[in-house]
C-alpha cells in the first residue's frame, strides 16, 4: 500500500503565501508523476499544478506565476508554494501521485486525503 500525507494548510490572508507538502510512503518502487489538485465547495475537482519524475512541470493557467511545484525524489516528497493568494484559492488541496508499487504491480493513482487552504481577511 502506498499513502500520502499532505500538511501545510491553513488560513492566510489575500496576497500572503503557504506552502504544502506531501508525503508519499509504504510499497514504492518508482513515483511517476505528481501533483495537487484542489476542489471548491459546489465545484469540481481541478488539477492546480503537476511535476514528472524528471521535472517537468504543468501549471493551471490562473496559478501561473504565483505557484510552484518542486518534488524531492530521494524523499518521495512533493510540495506546493503558494504566493500572492487570492480568495479564489480557497479550497481543499490534494495531493496526488502515480506510482509502481512493485515489480509485480502496475503503475496506479493515489490521492492524499486533502488539506484546506482558506484566503481570508
Known amino acids: 500500500q502506498v499513502q500520502l500525507q499532505e500538511s501545510g494548510g491553513g488560513l492566510v490572508q489575500p496576497g500572503g503565501s503557504l506552502r504544502l507538502s506531501c508525503a508519499a510512503s509504504g510499497s514504492i518502487l518508482r513515483i511517476n508523476a505528481m501533483g495537487w489538485y484542489r476542489q471548491a465547495p459546489g465545484k469540481q475537482r481541478e488539477l492546480v499544478a503537476s511535476i514528472t519524475s524528471g521535472g517537468t512541470t504543468n501549471y493551471l493557467d490562473s496559478v501561473q506565476g504565483r505557484f510552484t511545484i518542486s518534488r524531492d525524489n530521494a524523499k518521495n516528497m512533493v510540495y506546493l508554494q503558494m504566493n500572492s493568494l487570492k480568495p479564489e484559492d480557497t479550497a481543499d488541496y490534494y495531493c496526488?501521485?502515480?506510482?509502481?508499487?512493485?515489480?509485480?504491480?502496475?503503475?496506479?493513482?493515489?490521492w492524499g486525503q486533502g488539506t484546506q487552504v482558506t484566503v481570508s481577511s
Open positions: 496526488h501521485a502515480n506510482v509502481k508499487p512493485s515489480a509485480l504491480w502496475a503503475s496506479r493513482d493515489y
